[in-house]
């Protein structure tokens, strides 16, 4: 869809969220280690930068248990503010503050304790407060735009399966994010599908895309998510041929692909409660039948000739042929 409110004079919020899980980066059958992938993520955000002077990007690491800025830094998140660094008269300096800033971040995230097996099975990487950090942050630097012409973007960098505690949050940052018109892109390295991340690029008409080989990571952000929303206008980008809207269940935190919706609180459960857990509302009705025997029912309803049978047969297993 054409995006008629962008500008070519426009400048662009990039805010990368970058999933540093130690756990999928170090698996055994990763194509890509966190530092060979990180020469490729800083080489685009530096092309990110080069591409306007006024250009802007913040990057929030997505680690587990925790969700941090790597750049700006702590002291400095406030949109439009510098960071001390030392000069290097071979590197550009906006270049360098960047890549110390992402370099110096992660290291310390890693050099911390490892995360139990026990917050490793609660789920992945703090994607939702991740997201929930960038959308902050982009408020934060439109209120400071008084002329409108900052267009923010999100990308999400992620090699973590779906946690399904985190549905809640991620589609509360996604229905955020689609009042507000920013678009969340999402590369996944490698895996299987982010459910949840698939949807929100799909809502906020953002690019999904789970690339076939990954160590060619440097030449496929480059000609997916670096174009800005004024470019994309022009450009044919990669899209989206099927989307799975499957959702996460409020009672087990279970991807359920049938449920039990509650029609006063919208929740989702896997199985069937005379009374709502979220709103506590009681529901004076029993469940549909199944549609096995609603199927029997419909079936025998249209040939009354046909004899009906007073007990539920059982079927019997087809030989295998």
Request: charged share 20%; aromatic share 8%.
């Amino acid at each position: 869809m054409k995006d008629n409110t962008s500008n070519e004079d426009d400048s662009n919020l990039l805010v990368i969220v970058l999933d540093t899980n130690p756990f999928e980066w170090e698996h055994p059958s990763a194509p890509l280690k966190l530092n060979e992938a990180l020469q490729h993520i800083l080489a685009f955000m530096n092309a990110h930068l080069a591409g306007r002077h006024d250009n802007k990007l913040a990057v929030i690491a997505s680690h587990v248990g925790v969700s941090k800025f790597l750049y700006p830094t702590l002291n400095e998140t406030a949109p439009g503010s510098k960071v001390q660094t030392k000069k290097d008269a071979n590197v550009y300096q906006v270049f360098k503050v960047v890549d110390d800033a992402v370099r110096s971040g992660i290291a310390k995230l890693l050099q911390n304790p490892r995360p139990t097996l026990e917050e490793k099975d609660l789920g992945s990487s703090k994607i939702a407060a991740s997201l929930s950090l960038g959308l902050c942050y982009i408020n934060q630097a439109l209120k400071s735009d008084g002329m409108g012409h900052v267009k923010p973007r999100i990308l999400v960098l992620t090699v973590s399966p779906d946690s399904s505690s985190d549905y809640i949050p991620i589609m509360n940052c996604i229905f955020s994010a689609q009042k507000a018109d920013i678009p969340i892109d999402v590369c996944k390295f490698w895996g299987e599908d982010a459910v949840f991340l698939q949807q929100a690029a799909h809502i906020t008409e953002g690019i999904y895309l789970r690339p076939n080989d990954p160590r060619g990571l440097l030449q496929i952000l480059m000609f997916s998510f670096l174009p800005d929303m004024y470019s994309r206008n022009y450009l044919y980008l990669p899209g989206q041929d099927q989307v799975d809207f499957r959702a996460a269940c409020f009672c087990h935190k279970k991807i359920v692909d049938i449920g039990y919706v509650c029609s006063v609180c919208l929740s989702i459960f896997c199985g069937f409660s005379p009374v709502c857990s979220t709103c506590r509302t009681k529901f004076a009705f029993q469940p549909l039948l199944s549609s096995a025997r609603r199927l029997g029912a419909k079936s025998a309803a249209s040939n009354p000739g046909s004899p009906r049978s007073s007990t539920p047969s059982t079927p019997m297993p087809s030989a295998a042929t």
